[in-house]
Nanobody, 124 residues
Framework: QVHLAESGGGLVQAGDSLRLSCAAS????????MGWFRQVPGKEREFVAG????????RYADSVKGRFTISRDNTKNTVYLQMHSLKPEDTAVYYC?????????????????WGVGTQVTVSS
């Protein structure tokens, strides 16, 4: 099993920045794909960003391209989501996820492990 623990959420104003962290523990591997998803009440969980372990290739949702950056520190088993120019529509619970695969996927069903989420609220 793999345990994921998100942190860094909070209440910020539009245009502000925030960095989320996800610490992985248990049977982890630097080769696994890591991703960030977000969800608001009444909506499906949506893909935000993902990063591979082998070549650090990344993928972003169109809504966050140019504003969010995903990165990872394999020595610490931690993945980050640096968020800039935050908008009210970015408000959601953000979840960290991982999958034992090589390629980044935007499909939530293919991810094997999930954190419990961290709330990000962006006020206007």
């Amino acid at each position: 099993q793999v345990h994921l623990a998100e942190s860094g959420g909070g209440l910020v104003q539009a245009g502000d920045s925030l960095r989320l962290s996800c610490a992985a523990s248990g049977r982890t591997s630097s080769e696994w794909v890591m991703g960030w998803f977000r969800q608001v009440p009444g909506k499906e969980r949506e893909f935000v960003a993902g990063i591979s372990g082998s070549d650090l290739s990344t993928r972003y949702a169109d809504s966050v391209k140019g504003r969010f950056t995903i990165s990872r520190d394999n020595t610490k088993n931690t993945v980050y989501l640096q968020m800039h120019s935050l908008k009210p529509e970015d408000t959601a619970v953000y979840y960290c996820a991982c999958r034992y695969r090589t390629y980044v996927s935007a499909q939530r069903s293919v991810y094997d492990y999930w954190g419990v989420g961290t709330q990000v609220t962006v006020s206007s």
